[in-house]
């Protein structure tokens, strides 16, 4: 017995290093597993997001045989494309370990919308109503990213079907593809909060509920709510269904495409006017506030710092271009106030409809609107542009490092919502602030090296880059962009993406570290 115990004395303390050795190499063999790129969990997770799409292209299915169009075939065709990719990718993709990394993350959202675009092109070219790839990938993306430019210059020979999804594209675009998928994903078993970081970068969303699927079903609620009210008002201002039901999808989503080629000056309607331009400035308001709202807590929306600069900047945007409207152009004070409203709406929430052109306004007036293209809306909302929590960030840092010259010693914090913001995220801020003017420089150069006008190409450019539609000159409000060089529109397309992905979430891809097995 006791040889028995010595033994054991010594045996046990081996057999214990020993499974402690095999637990220790199964978790580097598992950490590094998750250093790489899961293949095979963004095939499966894509394959799932191509039967979405499928599932849309049905909807417009149903559209086209309500209006007794035969375009619908065109939609079945796509839907059939998509359904067989779906599959091999979903086949490829079999037996993943459910498990979605950081890199994960950001390759699932930049290949989602990539192949959202390249797939929801399909009917435009597929039927010959857009009969160039470079064109109808070119319309796609601007849906998809809610840009809202257009190369099309007879919008209303379009099929109702072909219109519902220009439309529709901006509404499902409008939080984004992969938040709706946040919400669809756990059904079949997969749900990440990698996926929402990835493509809600930056200084974006509160979080107001401890699960990330739960409070994109909340989200998408709100998001549903504004539509259908914003649906709602449009019939009761004479509108028809089909109008209604495609303009209130781009308003909530801050799109601006419209069935027609005269966007929203075609009713000729005070009324439609007022509403669309309330619905654009409610929609580029955090969501999560309206969450709040629904919970009885209406302080955080009425306090807000964000909301009080955009709201602030919008109405003072608004008289200043009214009192020139009025003094230089002779217009009515009710009209100068409408028009300025619901262009410094359109452009401000980056929604990009249009009721006047702003082209034959004073020069001075284009500057104040190439402040609104640059600013956007608030964050956690479906605008884009800088986003105004970023301005105010970056202000309130500039009056503290005045401060700091005269009181080298003084702590000022800076604070927002009555919260300090950390030095990481000033650092964060002021980065991709820079950066944003980077990209916009870069691709002014790129554009008139291709051919384009100082004023054209960075009007181009600012509203590629912050989802606004409309540009300045020849691609202002009045004109469709399909004047733009092809190899120009390739790179529109581009600045939309990375707009859309707050620029970061596509530009990491770029990295060859990215790629690199840890």
Known sequence: METDGGLLFFIKPIRNLYVMENSITDNIAESRANSFINRKIILRILGILLFIEAGMFMVCTGISLWYREADYIYFVYAALINVAVGCVFSLLGRKARNVVTRRDGYCIVAFTWLLFTAFGMLPFYISGEIPSVTDAFFETMSGLTTTGATILDNIEELPHSMLFWRSFTQWVGGLGIVFFTIAVLPIFGVGNQVLFSAEATGVTHDKIHPKISVMAKWLWTVYLVL??????????????????????????????????????????????????????????????????????RYKPLIHDDEVKWFFTSVLVLTLLISASLVYYNGYGVELAFRKALFQVAAIHTSCGFATDDYNVWPPFTWM???????????????AGGIKNMRLVIVVRNIKN??????????????????????????????????????????????????????????????????????????????????????????????????????????????????????
């Open 227 to 296: 539509t259908l009210a914003s649906f709602v008002l449009l019939l009761l201002g004479g509108m028809d269904w089909f109008d209604a039901a495609c303009h209130a999808f781009t308003t909530a989503g801050t799109g601006g495409y419209s069935t027609k080629q005269a966007s929203i000056s075609y009713w000729n309607s005070p009324f439609i006017e007022y509403v669309i331009a309330v619905f654009m400035m409610l929609s580029s308001v955090n969501f999560s506030l309206y969450f709040m709202c629904l919970k009885g």
């Open 368 to 382: 104040l609107l190439v402040y609104a293209m640059l600013a956007g809306g608030c964050t956690g909302s479906t």
């Open 401 to 518: 490092e005045f401060s700091r010259l005269m009181h080298p010693r003084a702590v000022l914090p800076v604070k927002v919502n009555r919260q300090t913001v950390s030095r990481s995220t000033i650092s964060t801020v002021t980065v991709f602030v820079l950066f944003y003017f980077i990209c916009v420089f870069v691709g002014w150069i790129v554009l008139m090296f291709l051919g384009l006008g100082l004023t054209e190409a960075f009007g181009v450019v600012v509203s590629s880059l912050g989802n606004i539609g409309p540009g300045l000159g020849a691609y202002g409000p009045a004109f469709s962009w399909n004047a733009l060089p092809d190899l120009a529109k390739w790179i529109a397309s581009f600045l939309m993406l990375i707009g859309r992905l707050e620029l970061f979430g596509i530009l990491l891809l770029f990295a060859p570290s990215f790629w690199k097995k840890r």
